[in-house]
Each structure stands twice: as C-alpha cells, then as structure tokens.
C-alpha cells in the first residue's frame, strides 16, 4: 500500500526525501463512542487504545483513521470491511496483531500479520511483532513498507512464491539480524543472512544488526538502501566487482570510520553514504564517472577523500553530468581532498583487534599498515564518554597498558599518517573487562508452616557484588522483581500465598557481567487437607444448587465466594460459612462460579476449585440468524433459537443508509417469515431476547441482499 505520509515520517526522523519509516484490556465499540463512523465508513479512531475492535457494519477504513496511535495492542477488522486506506495504520507504534474475521471479502490475517483475502499480498506486520517472521508459501508479494515500524524483528523466512519485494517493505526493521530464501524461489536467494537476487549480482539488503558481511564477487550492484541502519558494521569491504552504488545504500552505518571503494566502481547515486556520523575518510577511485547529489549529506566529520586521479578529474566530476554542480556536503569546503592517491602504497592491513581480560592486567592494541614515512598516535574513548581523547604519547604500532574497572567497552583506534601527510584511521578496538563470578553456596529448598521465619541465602565471589531476587508464585507464568530485597541473605515470613513459589537471586558485578543462581521452591507445609472439592451443577431458574466441600484439620471456618460470568473478580457470598451451602438459582447465575476458602484461625487458609453453575433454561443463543440472498418476491424465514422457549422476543431493523436501527412493530417471535419488498436490499436485522427478569440477549446482525 502506498504510503503518502513517508515525507512527515522522514521529517520526524531527520532524514528528508531518503529514509521511510516505515495490554490494556480495553475493548472499543461503536456504542463507546470510540469511532467517527458516517455512512459506513470510519473516518477517526478516539479510543484509549489496547485491543480495539472495530464494529460490524463498517465498510471502509479512511487515511490515517488510527494514525500515530501508539497505545494500540491489536486490531480485530470485521468481515463488512472491504476498503482499507493507505496511510490506515501509519504509526501504530505498539501494534502486536490484526484479526480479520472469517468471511471477509477482502483481507485475512495470520499469525497477527494483514494479507489480502487470498494470502497473496502481504500488507501490514505489526510494529511490536518479535522474533522471526516465516512468510506463507501463498505470498508472491511484500507491499510497501510492509513492515515500517518493526523495530524489534529479528529474522525474516522468505519462501519460494515471493516474486516482488517492494523497495522500502523493510525499512526501520532495526533489530533484523537474518533473512533466509527457500532455495527454489525463482527471484531472491540469501547468503549469510544477506538478501541477493537470484544470481546475486544485486546485494538488496543487509539485515540491521549485522556486524560484518563478505560480499560475494558476483555482485555488481549496491542496491537502493541496502545498508540502511547498519551502524553494527564498523568497515565494509566491497569486492572488485561492484561498479554501482545505489541511492542511499550506506544510509546511517554510524560505526563506519574510513571506506576505500574498489577501482571497479563507476558510478556513486544520491544520498549514498547519507547520515554516516563517524565517517572521517573515504578513497574514491578515478574509475568513477558519476557522482550522485549529498552523497555525504550529515557526515559532519568527514575530513579527507583520498582520490586517485588529478585535481582537473575530479572537478570535471563535481560539475556533473550535465553541467549541474554536484553538491556532496553542507560544508564541502571544510574536506580535504588529497589528489594522484595511490592507495596501494599506503594502506592499513591489519585493524587493532577487541581485547577482553580482567582488571590489573597488561594488554596490547596492534595496527600494521604499509607506507612511507609512517606515523602513529592512538586514541580512546570511554563508554561513558561522547568524544574521543588523544592517549598520550603512544605513538608505535603497538601501544601495551595495564586495564582497570574504568576501561569496560572502552574503544580505541590509531591514527596513522604517511610521508605525504596522507592520513587513515584503524577500526576501533573494544576492551571487554572480564571478572568471573563464581557461586560458592547456593541457595536451598525449604518447608514452612505459618508463621516461620526463613532464610534466604546465596554466596558469590567477584567484584563489587550486587544482588536482585525474584519470585514467580504458584499460577504465575514469569517471575517478577522482588522489590526491596537486593542483599546476599534475606529474611522473611512467608504467607499462606507462598505455597510452592519460585525465588532465585541475579547477581551483578561492578561492570556489568550477570550470573543467576538455581531456581528454588518454597513449600508450605498444611494443616489443612481438602478431602472434597465442590461439583459443577446444572439447574433451572428458582431451582435451589447445593455445594459441598470437605476438609481436615481442627478449627476449621468456610466462606463461599462467588464470581458472575461477566465480573473480573471474587466476591464475597454473604451469609454461607458452612461447609454445605445451598441457594435458589436466579436467571444471573448462568456460568457463575463459587468457591470456598477454608481456615483454621491461625492465618492458614486452603481455597478450593472452582465449581460453574449452568442453567439448563439460560438465555443461551443455540443458534443464530444468517445472512440471505433472495430474488425479490421470494419469502424468508428470520430465526434464532435458545435453550429455552420462556423469553421474549423482539427484532429489529436498519435499512441501507440509515444510521440506527428501528424496533419492527408485530414482529415478536423467535422465527418470523417475511417477504421483502425492493427496499430491503442491504437491511440488516437482528434479534432481542428478554427474560422474565429483564435481562436481555442479542443475536448476530445479518445482512438481506435481494438479486
């Protein structure tokens, strides 16, 4: 789907006219007030966010109708949608899922991702999707920004149908690490985690979070964007082969220091090495006919290009192919240009490599180049620090030092200059501190009863030790942070909820490096034995249900508790404390649920199952009204059916282009025939049930459609 808001996008993110951008519990209805619907089209989504249903009835989705709403968890489209907008979800930052309702005309979903109906087109992934997405074998093709804003993805399975991948489906994917091609696939294949064309003379992309790639030597041609975001990559070595570099294919590789580009290249587009923060150095070939416009746009420290040919050459370039100056820098004026470069007689062959070792201890950064007349000086920067420092007087090939705590993720590199005052700078190296933490005791299982005083205990050596415990109680499904409770020895009274909870304890050195103890189990040792558990009972309304439970221990005390099918919680049932309690059902019962919680007057409380109540006479819909297509003059039958015969029954009518719908006077029956006249194309219809207690039921609303 086009994308019409890429521009204030590419504003936001400071990237003009180069880089696209691609649970709460809260459900939305129309009733809410949470949608701007008009003529069956919804115009504006006001709601709070979280998981936000759009109503039945809606038939197309406008621009930006849930635009830059971050607050979103997921989408559920009803089947009447048949109209998407472009720009529909533009920004939907917190985005987890689509569901598109079964007998949709138009759209589906799988796995929380949008496809159109035949699962041919893949159209939106969510922004919060994680992990790996595995494309369906139906897909032929990836629409535009497809998935713009998925920031945390992290591998991508292409399959054997997919043909067409428009240019910016993975723009932002900035987590992406792999995309793997089914071999068979007639159009794409993926090398190390790379995507090529099929005979990979095009290098499309490079997945976000790569650290290094090796390019093979049948790649001619750098395509649009293909680095874009790689600012893992700290040097890139292009082979012989490439004589094309594409609009924007370096955009924002921040760790990209110095780049020697190989003399097959010709021509260099746009934007080329648009954003590369870092970039101090790059060798230019003479074999370049074409310089693209900005090419190094934003690359506020670039200093000096290394060109091979004379001073008339490349100011032969910089006038353009067809007499337009080409403008490569906002301050162009400030870059050196160094003329007749040769840079097979200086060069750097070996880069300083990541050093890791513990604190106290002597370690070595090596550089080797070629050249005459050469001279080194290194630099650092600390992790802490934004720019980097002259490191004294080192100024050999190999500079050697004792480590301290101060130096973990430390970066260094040398700056080496030649006779000629030509100037390279290494990659920089990271000093990684190393410190083992070792565990001497662990902590232990242990029993309780109420009231007991425990203690938690680990040991550890290492440097500047912290510690961080945490909990997962019985039922839970992740442990959580114990707050507070941050030392090697805790104690603690346990309660009657910590029966069979988890605790183990994280431990943190003083840069960072993480080691996590054994999970242990608490038990809580019970006085209380249930014996009986309540019985799920099925009754009519005003028909009395009895429940049961039995347990051992002395003193015991009983209270019901109790929990409507549609209350998020327990509520106390008020007056029934005995072991057996019984009640007269009413029509609110239907899948209510009761519990007991038996005590012994010491703190120690058991709670028992849960037993449902079902009332064999519910307002319980067994079977809905559907949908119809007639001739016109031909009679139809409206029916809805409950498990019971004892309700009252009221339908009710929208014609096409009404905005409400209107009781419908006489018809008062669970199944109604009619014969509907011409203006009933497009009506919609549904059904009212009301028990003797006033509480009421709706059926589906369906759709009449005369031939």
């Known amino acids: 789907m086009k994308k019409r808001l890429v521009s204030i996008v590419m504003i936001i993110a400071m990237m003009a006219a180069l880089l696209p951008v691609a649970k709460l519990g809260i459900t939305a209805y129309a009733a809410d007030g949470d949608f701007t619907i008009k003529n069956g089209v919804l115009t504006k989504y006001n709601g709070s966010g979280g998981d936000v249903v759009i109503p039945e009835g809606v038939k197309s989705i406008s621009d930006f109708a849930f635009g830059l709403n971050s607050s979103m968890t997921s989408v559920t489209i009803p089947k009447s949608v048949t109209a998407i907008g472009e720009d529909t979800f533009s920004m939907c930052s917190g985005l987890k899922s689509f569901v598109v309702k079964s007998g949709n005309p138009s759209y589906s979903s799988q796995d929380g991702v949008l496809y159109d109906k035949d699962r041919t087109t893949l159209l939106i992934c969510p922004a919060k999707k994680t992990g790996t997405v595995s494309i369906p074998d139906t897909v032929t093709s990836i629409g535009e920004y497809a998935f713009g804003l998925c920031a945390d993805l992290t591998g991508i399975v292409i399959p054997k149908s997919l043909t067409s991948i428009e240019q910016t489906a993975l723009s932002g994917c900035k987590s992406l690490t792999s995309i793997s091609v089914d071999g068979s696939n007639p159009a794409y294949s993926s090398e190390d985690g790379v995507l090529y064309n099929k005979n990979q003379t095009i290098l499309l992309l490079c997945p976000a979070k790569k650290a290094s790639v090796s390019i093979p030597n049948s790649v001619i041609t750098i395509g649009k964007r293909a680095f874009n975001g790689c600012n893992s990559l700290t040097s890139i070595d292009l082979p012989d082969s490439v004589t094309t570099i594409c609009y924007g294919a370096f955009t924002e590789c921040s760790g990209l220091t110095g780049v020697v580009l190989p003399k097959s290249v010709t021509a260099i587009e746009d934007y080329a090495f648009f954003y590369c923060t870092e970039l101090r150095e790059i060798t230019i070939p003479d074999s370049v006919t074409s310089l693209g416009m900005w090419m190094f746009a934003q690359c506020d420290k670039l200093e000096r290009i290394y060109y091979p040919g004379s001073r008339a050459q490349w100011e032969k370039l910089l006038k353009g192919e067809h007499g337009s100056p080409v403008t490569l820098h906002e301050t162009q004026d400030n870059i050196r240009v160094f ?300 029916s809805v059916r409950t498990l019971s015969d004892n309700f009252i029954y009221q339908w009710y009518y929208k014609k096409a282009g009404q905005t409400s719908f209107t009781r419908w006077n006489g018809r008062n029956h669970a199944t109604e025939t009619v014969t509907p006249n011409a203006t009933w194309n497009g009506i919609q219809l549904y059904c009212e049930i009301k028990d003797g207690a006033g509480n009421t039921v709706r059926s589906d609303v369906v759709q009449i459609t005369i031939k």
């Open 339 to 638: 003329y007749n470069y040769w840079s097979d007689s200086f060069g750097i062959l070996t880069h300083p490599a990541n050093v890791k070792a513990p604190a106290g201890q002597s370690v070595s950064f090596t550089v080797k180049a070629k050249g005459e007349g050469l001279t080194y000086q290194w630099y650092y920067k600390k992790e802490w620090q934004s720019s980097w420092n002259k490191w004294g007087t080192r100024n050999t090939p190999t500079t050697t030092a004792t480590s301290n705590a101060t130096w973990h993720n430390m970066q260094v590199y040398c700056k080496i200059t030649d006779k000629n005052g030509y100037v390279l700078h290494s990659n920089p190296a990271v000093f990684t501190l190393s410190q083992e933490i070792k565990i001497i005791q662990q902590p232990e299982n242990m029993d309780f009863r109420w009231g007991d005083r425990i203690t938690l205990s680990v040991k550890a050596e290492g440097t500047g030790l912290t510690y961080q415990w945490y909990f997962r109680k019985q039922g839970q499904s992740s442990f959580s942070k114990w707050k507070g409770r941050t030392h090697a020895t805790e104690s603690v009274t346990p309660n009657a909820t910590w029966d069979m909870i988890q605790l183990y304890c994280v431990i943190e050195d003083s840069v960072g490096n993480k080691i996590s103890t054994n999970p242990i189990v608490i038990s809580f040792i019970k006085a209380i034995q249930l014996t009986r558990q309540p019985e799920d009972v099925t009754v009519r309304s005003s028909e009395k249900a009895t429940f049961n439970v039995q347990a051992e221990g002395e003193g015991l005390t009983y209270q019901w508790y109790f929990r409507k099918s549609n209350a998020s919680g327990w509520s106390v049932w008020k007056g029934h404390t005995t072991s057996s309690t019984s009640a007269v059902a009413n029509p609110t019962w239907n899948g209510m649920q009761v519990r007991c919680i038996v005590g012994n007057g010491t703190g120690e409380t058991v709670t028992s199952s849960a037993a449902w109540i079902t009332l064999s006479d519910a307002m319980t819909i067994i079977q809905q009204p559907v949908d119809q297509t007639i001739a016109l003059g031909d009679t139809i039958n409206l």
